[in-house]
């Protein structure tokens, strides 16, 4: 019997310190619910547990940045819907402006209602925002850049690259033209049976650079003479436009009275074409004149009639009127665009696939190929492949990736969705120019109107589309944080069950522990009943 060192309380205190830390242990489990608070609990688990935690935390806010991005979604569909009535409005007005029982000044009503509708459109593209991001003016949509071309759209199956092609021949307008600067005397003569008179003309018309000093620099003489006694009954002179008489520009006639200034004539002629869809140039110093249609391509018309060969002398066409019975001129045609595409040859110079087409509506050009592939331009008016002038009439595209918008839905860098939104303006659609007032500009306004119905449709179906997706997105990305949620909770979260029969375990043990601790230092005093 020893008592110096008594390996019973020594043995017994030991088992007594590790039961109370095992204790301990377990008693932090309980109160913080985790099975791992200290790496030294379980160092793989931790490890595991920390990168899951991230994840979960990465997958919430990626499902709120899927929320958003339907938000903005829903932003933008709300308003092209507004759009498209806006549109069907227009429609409905062209409509009504293509009945024959329409004068000009009720076409001209209804077109300063489609006039503001149509600014209306391109203030809605230009101001409706999400968190100050405007949503349809095109600044959602990849940027595309090229010379000579303007209203580049590239659809989601256009790669970002370089693309050439090249214009061997522009669009052109439907024209003619009338020539002020050939010299001419040109005479008519009328029979009046009622009352038995003959009535000359003589109209004198000099040669001039610009066409209203050709009008106010002619000089006429008209003599009315009996037909019986041959005397001359009147005599009356004048300058100014040589005789009275009427030209009718695709279907649409105006009057012009003889002795109208230059001015006037001009004027007249000016807004009897804006109404026939045409346009009149007189370039100073050209010593021509020339009457194009607005139009450009093959759906381009100028159909020009005068009321005889002699009144189209008078306005400068000497050698323009081909139908003698009826003073027309041929009727004549625009011209659509003639280009050819550089494809894909390997080199990247462009990446026109081999089944890559196009199709041409004046300078509106669209090129298609498979899988979607669509990319539309409106190329440069006049600017065409020109070997005596050095051009080679090359459009070169750079297209690119930049510019959509990019919502981050997954927990980790990349995982993005890109959003691409077009611009939704009159411009891009086509319809900035319509007007009812013209000839036959109500049918040509049904005509674009419905491609810009179309239009907007696609950009609103492509707006559901990601709407749809990015639905799918969140409750995908909700499943995925609610089981790596159960994931982590069973590799982190104790047990309470488990963990309390631990606890009672170890609280028993304790007391047994101290007990017999008490008893262990009782046992050095038996040594003193040897030493009585």
Sequence with gaps: MRINNNMSAVITNNQLLGTEDTLANVMEKLSSGFSINHASDNPSGIAIAGKMQAQIEG??????????????????????????????????????????????????????????????????????????????????????????????????????????????????????QADVAAADVHNSQVVNSYNNTTTDFSVSTPAYTNFKEFIDGM????????????????????????????????????????????????????????????????????????INSIKYGADANLKIEFSSISFAQCLGFFSGVTDTTTAAIDHKVGKNADISLTFDDGSGKSMFGKHASYKTDGNHITVTDVGGFEMSFLAEAGYEKDDTQNIDGKIVFNVTDIGSMNLHIGANKNQNMEVRIAAVTTEFMYIDDINVTRVNGAEDA???????????????????????????????????????????????????????????????????????????????????????
Aim: hydrophobic share 35%; aromatic share 4%.
């Design 219 to 290: 000089t006429w003489t008209e003599t009315v003479t009996d037909n019986t006694t041959g005397a001359v009954i009147s005599t009356k002179s004048g300058s100014g436009l040589g005789m009275s008489g009427s030209i009718i520009i695709n279907g649409h006639s105006v009057e012009l009275t003889q002795g109208t200034s230059g001015e006037g004539v001009y004027e007249l002629l000016r807004d009897a074409c804006e109404v026939a869809g045409a346009e009149i140039s007189s370039p100073e110093g050209a010593g021509t004149y020339s």
């Design 446 to 532: 049904m005509n674009y109107l419905d491609g810009a119905l179309g239009y907007v449709t696609s950009v609103r179906s492509q707006l559901g589309a990601y709407e749809n997706r990015l639905e799918h997105t969140t409750k995908s990305l909700d499943a995925t944080e609610e089981n790596m949620t159960s994931a982590i909770s069973r590799i982190q979260d104790a047990d309470m069950a488990t963990t309390m029969v631990e606890y009672t375990k170890l609280n028993v043990l304790e007391q047994a522990g101290t007990s017999a601790l008490a008893q262990a230092n009782e046992l050095p005093q038996l040594a003193l009943q040897l030493l009585q």
């Design 59 to 176: 997958l919430a806010q990626a499902s709120k940045n899927g929320s958003d991005g339907i938000s903005v979604l829903q932003t933008a569909e709300g308003a092209l819907n507004e759009v498209t009535d806006m549109i069907q409005r227009m429609r409905e007005l062209s409509v009504q402006a293509a009945n024959g029982t329409n004068s000009i000044s009720e076409k001209k009503s209804i077109q300063k209602e489609i006039d503001s509708l149509l600014e209306e459109i391109d203030r809605v593209a230009e101001t409706t925002q999400f968190n100050n991001i405007n949503l349809l003016n095109g600044s959602l949509d990849n940027r595309s850049y090229a010379e000579h071309a303007t209203r580049i759209q590239t659809s989601n199956s256009v790669p970002a690259g370089l693309y050439e092609l090249t214009i061997n021949s522009a669009a052109e307008q439907a024209a003619t």
